[in-house]
């Protein structure tokens, strides 16, 4: 038996009594004595929690606490600090709760999934790889991912693609965040050896529920890019403005979707504009096994001499999160 009881009550009536781990993407996770596997409990199925666990609880409206929770109805919850109430909420205004520990890994959230082909004709391989890593706090949050797809042919020229992130977001009132980021870009179709790009900016989210996650972005970023031209290497410096969207639909069954689109309107090069967009569509699978459809683009319309204007993949992946 556990240390400490944790209590969920669901709408047949039913009690379920163990260790409440998290609420993410409208899901409940509970671990009990009696299951060797947590148990997936949708939000909306659930009238009453009680919890001696502390977590960290966001609410629709952008607000975050550190606290307990105690149902005061079907409708209402106590959030609770050991010494105070800290607010009473409404059910379904909690999008978010995870355990609070000091142990670092055990705030890390991460997904790897992986793709690979071989065609013994003139050996075709294809590897294809598609990552994400988040660490989340109470007031900011840092996340990472890593894409990486490889193809080789005999008597063809290899083609490669690798785009990777790191950002950081500080969380303030009324759902407002600020943001910096640094990412990089190297791909074969538009001779680019490497794109270093830095972001500053803030962002609001307009809608942030237990079904769907909104938001905008605005800022500047300086762009340093290396190119291939005719076996000569170019360097170039550039600063552009940002415009970015991001929209998360994780409540429709077994499916979730992330899509995130960003506009870079030059500031130093006149009429250079480029547009970065990423598509994931996953479906979940039994222990915590999952299928990713990814789809990245991007498109320049001053790319190098002799480079396309568009770059975009389509991968499909099998992964896991962890």
Known sequence: MFAQ????????????????KSLKQAVVSMKTSYSDSDFKIEWDKITSIHTQTEFLITLESGLRYNATLKSKNEKEVFLLSQTDTLATVNLNDIVFFKEVKSN???????SVSVGFNYTKAKDLSQLSVRSNLGYRAKYWE??????????????TESVKRIDASIGYKYYLKRKWF??????????????LNLR???????????????????GLQLGVSYNNENFEVEGLEISNNSAEAFLGTEL?????GDLSLLTRAAAYPSLTESGRWRLDYNLDVKYDLPLNLF???GITLNYDNQPAENA???????????????
């Open 5 to 20: 009881q944790d209590s969920l009550v669901l709408k047949n009536g039913n009690q379920i009594v163990g260790e409440v």
């Open 104 to 110: 670092f890994l055990s705030n890390l959230d991460a």
């Open 142 to 155: 840092l996340s990472a991912n890593y894409n990486d797809v490889r193809s080789s042919q005999n008597e």
């Open 178 to 191: 600020l943001l910096a980021e640094t990412s990089w870009l190297s791909n074969t179709e538009q001779n």
């Open 196 to 214: 270093t790009l830095g972001k500053l900016g803030a962002g609001r989210y307009l809608i942030q529920t237990n079904s769907t996650y909104w």
């Open 248 to 252: 998360n639909l994780y409540n429709i």
């Open 291 to 293: 299928v990713n459809l």
């Open 308 to 322: 396309s204007e568009t770059d975009y993949i389509f991968q499909t992946t099998v992964g896991w999160d962890f």
